[in-house]
């Protein structure tokens, strides 16, 4: 069965990023359980976060760039989607 775009009600997507473990950087230990206590309301929200979508605790650097990438230009994700970015961890300004 063909479902035509102005028929799709879309669908639900976030991503998770809760940094607490930094190697340079005062550890954070509320953003764990901000990333965690936020999972849970967004999936009881009706909000699909696959695994490779929360990331928790300590995180590397290329797999923070490379979701979200992956995440904004995810060619899964249809104009009638609500998609959700979350973050809670330092800023850092980058020399760029």
């Known amino acids: ?3 035509l775009e102005s028929e799709y009600k879309g669908s639900k997507k976030a991503l998770v990023i809760a940094i607490s473990e930094y190697d340079k ?3 954070l230990s509320f953003c764990k359980k901000d990333g965690d206590e936020m999972c849970k309301l ?5 909000y699909s976060i696959p695994e490779d979508r929360k990331l ?4 590397r650097h290329s797999e923070l760039r490379d979701s979200i990438i992956d995440f904004f230009y995810d060619p899964d994700i249809h104009p009638t989607d609500t998609i959700l970015f979350y973050f ?3 800023g850092v300004l980058g020399d760029d």
């Open 1 to 3: 069965m063909c479902v």
């Open 25 to 27: 950087l005062e550890s």
């Open 42 to 46: 967004l999936i009881s929200s009706g």
């Open 56 to 59: 928790i605790g300590r995180v």
């Open 88 to 90: 809670s961890g330092h």
